[in-house]
């Protein structure tokens, strides 16, 4: 069987719908489009729901055993009925080759404020060389000679490692995030030669895969491959492809809703929401259901949903945070609630903020220039200021912008020690996971990550020394 791409699912689909099936489905790339593909897939495999309930399994690719996998779908279903396993991120296709796409992944994802993901692909590539987050400090991987590097990951060495320490720090106290080595392909293969149950159908969801492996070679002999990769570059022809899958998204959650959006929308909505795809799927579905009955989402709409004047309110909100107004800060984060932005958004914002925070609290630290606190904003712009541009260089962003706006970031950054900063970021990976997984009221997790850090003494460095 050969490869299939994105644009020829649908006749992939419909021959499934014929019975014409396959032992095992291997869909890889842009991991949304895998896990809606997945779920098609699934909804033609077992059109029963209330069969669907009982004969479909799913496994985390971060914890798969591959054996344990292996023996499920060599087990007779008890009734008879089909049986269907999915393994979410699988690694089992993972070697070297792809260890620099997850790191430009990972970059990406850091880049565009997602740490919880850029964690994971990074998790994912220190994997191969049989590291995890907590290895990187303790094996000095910053320092790592560049040859020893390519030996490990097969890539050069980026120049920027800065980020990966937060990262890794990040990851503290957030449970298990170690995963596990690409094996288990020979174990697959030989269960696969031997023959499964007719009835049994293994469908594998990896964000990348070595087309060289063997087990890669024998799945699109003898299954089916489906690459539903998008480049993620900045070319134009990445551009293109990258709008084409947004727009394709744009469309089928309008059409679940019977909507349509008008024409001159489209191109702003996909600026605002920018190459998130599970973002403009949640904004879309928030477009359509909030119109009513009308058939068209307008302009108009959009910008009462998803206008720009929510960059307003989250700039407020990082103001009051910045100055430790628990007050405030509530204040606004119920007014954004009101205006229907999704609190991820806002989780999106506050990161991006503590990470500035951060990077000047690290330079208040530093014992030269020697920052003295309360400083006036005079002596800061003519003395200070020019002398830690000096020192750190012009590359250090969080020095650039107007001078008044750099003091107010030194004067926010007084108010917290560099320990209080670092458990913040981490109370907000920890809401960031609670709002993607726990079911709770999601403002409630957002007002609960504010009253933790802006009430609890400890949490301010005032209040710290002052103790």
Request: hydrophobic fraction near 45%; aromatic fraction near 8%; charge should be neutral.
């Amino acid at each position: 069987m050969a490869v299939y791409k994105r644009q020829e699912v649908t006749p992939l689909l419909k021959g499934v719908e014929r019975g014409e099936t396959a032992p095992v489905y291997l869909l890889f790339g842009e991991r949304y489009l895998c896990q809606e593909i997945a779920n098609e897939l699934i909804c033609r495999l077992l059109p029963d729901e209330s069969q669907r309930a009982n004969n479909l399994k799913t496994i985390d690719g971060d914890q798969e055993e591959m054996g344990a996998t292996v023996n499920m779908l060599k087990t007779y279903s008890l009734f008879g009925a089909r049986q269907v396993i999915r393994v979410m991120d699988s690694q089992i296709l993972y070697s070297k080759v792809v260890a620099g796409t997850l790191w430009d992944k990972a970059c990406k994802a850091w880049g565009g404020k997602e740490p919880k993901k850029a964690l994971r692909y990074l998790t994912q590539m220190l994997a191969l060389a049989d590291l995890s987050p907590a290895d990187w400090e303790k094996e000095e991987m910053g320092a790592c000679p560049p040859g020893r590097w390519q030996e490990l990951f097969g890539f050069a060495k980026p120049e920027d490692l800065d980020w990966v320490g937060e990262a890794c720090v990040a990851s503290e106290g957030s449970g298990s995030l170690s995963a596990p080595k690409s094996d288990g392909a020979e174990l697959l293969t030989a269960a696969l030669e031997a023959g499964i149950p007719a009835g049994n159908t293994l469908i594998l969801l990896a964000e990348a895969a070595d087309k060289r492996k063997k087990l890669f070679k024998y799945l699109e002999k003898n299954c089916v491959v489906v690459d539903l990769s998008v480049d993620a570059g900045s070319s134009s022809t990445a551009r293109k492809d990258q709008d084409a899958l947004l727009k394709e998204i744009v469309q089928q959650n309008l059409a679940r809703f019977g909507k349509k959006l008008e024409a001159r929308a489209l191109p702003v909505l996909l600026e605002r929401v920018g190459f998130h795809p599970v973002a403009l799927a949640m904004e879309t579905e928030k477009l359509a259901l909030s119109v009513g009955e009308a058939a068209t989402v307008t302009m108009d709409d959009l910008n009462a949903m998803v206008g720009r004047t929510r960059e307003e309110a989250l700039y407020e909100l990082n103001e009051a945070f910045g100055n430790h107004d628990l007050a405030a800060s509530l204040t606004i984060s119920h007014r954004l609630k009101e205006n229907g932005v999704h609190p991820l958004i806002v989780v999106a914002g506050l990161r991006n903020f503590l990470r500035k925070l951060l990077l000047v609290r690290a330079i208040i630290e530093q014992p030269a220039p020697a920052y003295p606190e309360g400083i006036s904003y005079a002596a800061f712009q003519k003395g200070l200021l020019p002398q830690l541009q000096e020192s750190l260089g012009p590359q250090q962003k969080v020095l650039g912008g107007h001078p008044f706006a750099v003091y107010k970031s030194f004067q926010q950054a007084e108010r917290f020690t560099l320990a209080a900063l670092k458990q913040a970021r981490a109370a907000l990976l920890e809401a960031e996971y609670r709002l993607k997984g726990s079911g709770l009221p999601e403002y409630l997790i957002l007002e609960d990550f504010l009253f933790s850090v802006l009430q609890a003494p400890e949490w301010s460095r005032k209040k710290t020394v002052a103790g």
